[in-house]
C-alpha cells in the first residue's frame, strides 16, 4: 500500500481504519439533530453519485460516519483521499 501519510495530514479528523483486514479511510461528523445528520448523508449521497465512487455511509441520530476504500484495489488509492477532500469542502 502506498504511503498516503501525506494526504492524512490535508484531511483533519481523518483516520485509515483497517476492517476486515481492508485499510479504510474513516471519519465521523457530528450533528444537532438526525434531520441535520440525514442532510448531510444525502449531500454525501450526490457527491458520491457525481463521482462513481461511494462510501460506507452510517447514519444516526447526530452523527455520520464515513469510511472511504476502492473495493477493486482492495484499500486506499488516491481516488479515495480526494473524494474525502470533496467532503470536507461541503463545508
Same mark, same amino acid.
Given at each position: 500500500?502506498?504511503?498516503? &501519510? +501525506?494526504?492524512?495530514?490535508?484531511?483533519?479528523?481523518?483516520? !485509515?481504519? /483497517?476492517?476486515?483486514? /481492508?485499510? &479504510?479511510?474513516?471519519? +465521523?461528523?457530528?450533528?444537532?439533530?438526525?434531520? &441535520?445528520?440525514?442532510?448531510?448523508?444525502?449531500? /454525501? #449521497?450526490?457527491?458520491?453519485?457525481?463521482?462513481?465512487?461511494?462510501?460506507? !455511509? !452510517?447514519?444516526?441520530?447526530?452523527?455520520?460516519?464515513? +469510511?472511504?476504500?476502492?473495493?477493486?484495489?482492495? #484499500?486506499?488509492?488516491?481516488?479515495?483521499?480526494?473524494?474525502? #477532500?470533496?467532503?470536507?469542502?461541503? #463545508?
Amino acid at each position: 500500500m502506498k504511503d498516503f &501519510q +501525506s494526504e492524512l495530514r490535508r484531511l483533519p479528523g481523518w483516520e !485509515i481504519v /483497517v476492517k476486515n483486514e /481492508v485499510p &479504510q479511510l474513516r471519519k +465521523s461528523y457530528r450533528f444537532k439533530n438526525f434531520a &441535520q445528520a440525514l442532510a448531510f448523508t444525502n449531500q /454525501v #449521497g450526490a457527491l458520491a453519485e457525481e463521482y462513481n465512487h461511494h462510501p460506507e !455511509i !452510517i447514519t444516526e441520530w447526530g452523527q455520520v460516519t464515513l +469510511s472511504w476504500w476502492t473495493h477493486t484495489a482492495k #484499500g486506499l488509492t488516491q481516488n479515495d483521499f480526494d473524494m474525502a #477532500g470533496k467532503v470536507e469542502a461541503l #463545508g
